[in-house]
């Protein structure tokens, strides 16, 4: 069965950083890409990272580009994402998820919510 | 790509044949998948590629659409189908759609 299990999540200052972790599971972790996607409260899904298989390419939202970096460790089947210079509206869920060779993400952590607030 | 859902909120009752609709503002060339999320749950992946049946989920959901245009389609709806279901496109970009909130009548 696929686990996926986020951390590092909690309340920080605007313009602080923090590092999440997602450790998976249940899968050959160093064989398939992963995204971090995030939810802010009671909004939609946003999509915000995408790292290859090998970390070959990276891929990030406008939103995001610049201010956060996503990185693998298939040695610890972890996935990161570094997030700096974080603002209020940063404040989200965020989930990673495995990803199917078409981009689509089949499956889901259960997430680690990041409040910034002052 | 945007992505438009309609209507953001439906009710129905148990069932009811239920169809969502997912529109974009570009040709998707069918690179479109839908998620159910219940309340205080990660998103759940039902159908990718528009209409292909993701394994372990129900046959009373189905996906249909081309162009511009898609649904998801819930055959007779169930209690435990409340949700927000999320249309996600992956054509151009990677985006999804502003959800519809499904609640029973």
């Known amino acids: 069965e696929v686990q996926l299990v986020e951390s590092g999540g909690g309340l920080v200052k605007p313009g602080s950083s923090l590092k999440l972790s997602c450790v998976a599971s249940g899968f050959t972790f160093s064989s398939y890409g992963m995204h971090w996607i995030r939810q802010a409260p009671k909004k939609g899904l946003e999509w915000i990272a995408l790292i290859y298989y090998d970390s070959s390419n990276k891929y990030y939202a406008d939103s995001v580009k610049g201010r956060f970096t996503i990185s693998r460790d298939n040695s610890k089947n972890t996935l990161y994402l570094e997030m700096n210079s974080l603002r209020s509206e940063d404040t989200a869920m965020y989930y990673c998820?495995?990803?199917?060779?078409?981009?689509?993400?089949?499956?889901w952590g259960q997430g680690a919510s990041v409040t910034v607030s002052s | 790509i945007q992505l438009t859902q309609s209507p953001s909120l439906l009710s129905a009752s148990v069932g009811d044949r239920v169809t969502l609709s997912c529109k974009g503002s570009?040709?998707?060339?069918?690179?479109l998948a839908w998620y159910q999320q219940k309340l205080g749950e990660a998103p759940k992946l039902l159908i990718y590629?528009?209409?292909s049946l993701q394994t372990g989920i129900p046959s009373r959901f189905s996906g249909s659409g081309s162009g511009t245009d898609y649904t998801l389609t819930i055959s007779s709806l169930q209690p435990e189908d409340v949700a927000t279901y999320f249309c996600?496109?992956?054509?151009?970009?990677?985006?999804f759609g502003s959800g519809t909130k499904l609640e029973i009548k």
């Open positions: 998820a495995k990803s199917s060779p078409y981009y689509v993400m089949d499956a």
């Open positions: 590629n528009t209409n």
């Open positions: 996600y496109q992956y054509n151009n970009g990677l985006t």
């Open positions: 570009q040709n998707i060339n069918n690179y």
